[in-house]
């Protein structure tokens, strides 16, 4: 198994474009978890997925943060408009119990 | 008290010392444990599970302490190549509470 595949492993954009990151879980693993890191407040559950149904996106920091999760094999997250603010590593993870979580090496986000 | 705690760090340790942290936790229907090790500008990656039992990998054990809510993680005769952020995860009894991590604790170990 060639493990979480996130893409890109870099971007950098400027303030007001539209961000979109992918990623594809492990096969088999029913949950899917977006992250976000910053050196000041750790790692941040933004929003999950199990079996493809958001569960809980109470960590989405706003309207312009959205996930999609259209098949078991695929997860967007999109920012529109982003901000300076969203800059960031976004981590995919997948999960399943009692395997814990597989992350993806993640996005490094830079928004100028 | 916080979700899941962890205390910052850095620590500083010299190569070959013994080091432990811990992590607590709130929620007391708190189901499994893990540790995880976050290398600079990587991925967490799991480092191992923590069973009631206490469980050992090597020179790291991990254990579970459900009276006082928390779990450690003990480091014995450290190596350069330690030197990362280990972050602890709780993992809820109900499937629909929320998975929290740990901010992590720096550990540097020194020459």
């Known amino acids: 198994d060639a493990g979480v595949i996130q893409s890109p492993r870099h971007e950098v954009t400027e303030m007001g474009q539209e961000v979109t990151l992918r990623c594809k879980p492990i096969s088999g693993h029913n949950s899917l978890f977006w992250y976000r890191q910053t050196m000041m407040r750790g790692l941040e559950l933004l929003i999950y997925?199990?079996?493809?149904?958001?569960?809980?996106d109470s960590g989405m920091p706003e309207d312009r943060f959205s996930a999609k999760m259209p098949n078991a094999s695929f997860s967007t997250l999109k920012i529109q408009p982003s901000e300076p603010r969203d800059s960031a590593v976004y981590f995919c993870?997948?999960?399943?119990?009692?395997?814990?979580?597989?992350f993806g090496s993640g996005t490094r986000l830079t928004v100028v | 008290r916080k979700e899941v705690e962890q205390d910052p760090g850095p620590f500083n340790v010299p190569e070959g010392a013994t080091v432990a942290f811990n992590c607590t936790y709130s929620?007391?229907?708190?189901?499994?444990f893990f540790w995880y090790r976050q290398d600079c500008r990587k991925e967490p990656k799991l480092l191992m599970s923590?069973?009631?039992s206490g469980n050992e990998d090597g020179r790291f054990t991990a254990q579970l302490n459900r009276a006082s809510q928390y779990i450690s993680l003990l480091i014995r005769d450290s190596k350069l190549s330690d030197s990362a952020t280990y972050l602890c995860v709780v993992i809820p009894a109900r499937r629909d509470d929320k998975i929290i991590f740990g901010k992590g604790t720096r550990l540097h170990i020194l020459p």
């Open positions: 993870a997948s999960f399943q119990y009692g395997y814990g979580y597989t």
């Open positions: 929620n007391s229907a708190s189901q499994s």
């Open positions: 997925f199990n079996n493809n149904v958001p569960i809980d």
């Open positions: 923590v069973y009631s």
